[in-house]
């Protein structure tokens, strides 16, 4: 056989559309079984309808394939609407999975911004909540027991790019107009760094914002780095582990500020979410008890929350003595929380807010990708959130339905069954003794009829490593 070398094979004049598709990813069949069998695409249609000219132009994308490329970012966790774009354009199983026959060039991320900024925010929380709905007739929604945490998104914003509220100053005219007030004419970096060094408070937001995106804050990030963020702020079912609502704060708003605002949307978001599933919901009246950690926790808001007909599970931070003059329903409200807490149930809960609540932060933002975001404002940024932890929603029912809640989760089922094979393999050659004849009831044969090798064939290098 001569050896064949790259480039030297001649293109073929015409193809079949059978020799451009290819077997579709089996956990996106599922998520395309489920949507139709739910009727998304038409709803989808109904509710985006508004924004579309009846007559004129060349039809757009689709609202269900637009939907469904933002759902491509969490399943295959993409950041930017440029990668999903890519991502759609190499893939036939994503084609697939978005209904874009052969002949038809997929979405470029202009077309995915364009659609966006056309298709208002309302529309993506019906959205939201329409698969918040399909959970419900599953039995995935409670909506008994809310919890409530938020985390920060890196902003689309340099901290370089800073200017002052005031007057517009960038940091470096106002530095050197600091030097020159100091009494030096001619300020070099070197005396521009000694006196940033030495000034307390050089980052507050009453004074810096960012002229492209004011509404990300300067904020101190998990990592310990200062940047620009925004604070995402989610509630989930504390039974079942579903997001039922999302907020999107300035970096740095304190979490008794916003946390009436996530109850609020979570109660709204839950009662909508029945009148889609109709006779099938399987919830319960209304939000009944609120967990959240001790970030949550003040006078004011155990109040309000007490007022709201709202049970409170919310962790105490150690502080001295307080004094309660004047403040007798803010006494009773602490008071009653932390009995709450104390007992079985809130034990228990506290267990379950580590478990349930930061888990949604690692799927959606850590390897689904969302850690910083690429786009600018809140109502943008909201409307990307929306269909991505949609998206973490269907993932719920996929495990529930299908065994696993992500497509690259079946990568982990292979990876894992290869590692088992491996030491399989191990195990097997140690039992071999040196020169035993490898007849028909050798370990040998008996992993190659596990693994389906042939008889004459030797074990790959995916058994022997590992790997």
Known sequence: MAMGKRGDEQETLFITHQQLR??????????????????????????????????????????????????????????????????????????????????????????????????????????????LGVLDGAGL????????????????????????????????????????????????????????????????????????????????????????????????DMDTGAVVAITIHGGVKGDTDTIEGTVEAAEENLEEARSHAGDESKQADGPEEVVADKGYHSRTAMLALQLSGLRTYISEPRRPRQQWERQAAERDAVYANRRRKNGPRGQLLRKKRGELIERTFAHAFETGGMRRTHLRHHGNIAKRLLVHLAGF?????????????????????????????????????????????????????????????????????TYTTGC
């Open 393 to 461: 929603n269907i993932g719920l029912m996929m495990r529930k339905l299908f065994g696993v809640g992500k497509p690259r989760c079946l990568q982990g089922v292979r990876a894992a069954l290869a590692a088992f094979m491996a030491a399989l393999a191990v195990l097997l050659d140690a039992l071999s003794r040196p020169g035993q004849s490898r007849g028909p009831t050798s370990p040998h044969v008996l992993l190659r009829s596990l693994t389906g090798l042939p008889t004459g064939a030797g074990f790959p290098e």
């Open 22 to 131: 290819s077997q579709s990813h089996p956990y996106y069949r599922a998520v395309n079984r489920i949507l139709a069998e739910k009727g998304f695409d038409r709803y989808a249609e109904a509710a985006c309808a508004r924004f579309y000219a009846k007559k004129m132009g060349r039809p757009g994308m689709a609202p269900g394939v637009y939907f469904r490329c933002l759902l491509l970012g969490y399943f295959e966790g993409i950041d930017s609407e440029r990668g999903i774009a890519w991502r759609a354009a190499d893939s036939l199983s994503l084609r697939d999975f978005l209904g874009i026959p052969a002949s038809k060039l997929t979405p470029d991320h202009s077309t995915i911004s364009r659609t966006r900024r056309l298709i208002d925010l309302e529309t993506h929380q019906d959205v939201f909540n329409w698969v």
């Open 141 to 236: 929604v409670k909506g008994k027991t809310i919890g409530v945490d938020a985390t920060t998104l890196e902003a689309n914003a340099a901290m370089r790019s800073i200017v002052r509220r005031d007057d517009g100053r960038t940091y470096d005219a106002f530095l050197q107009d600091l030097a020159k007030a100091s009494g030096i004419e001619t300020p070099t970096r070197e005396d521009l760094t000694r006196l940033d060094r030495k000034r307390k408070k050089k980052g507050a937001n009453k004074d810096w914002k960012n002229p492209h995106d004011p509404e990300a804050h300067i904020s101190k990030m998990k990592d310990g780095r200062t940047h620009l963020a925004h604070k995402q702020e989610h509630a989930v």
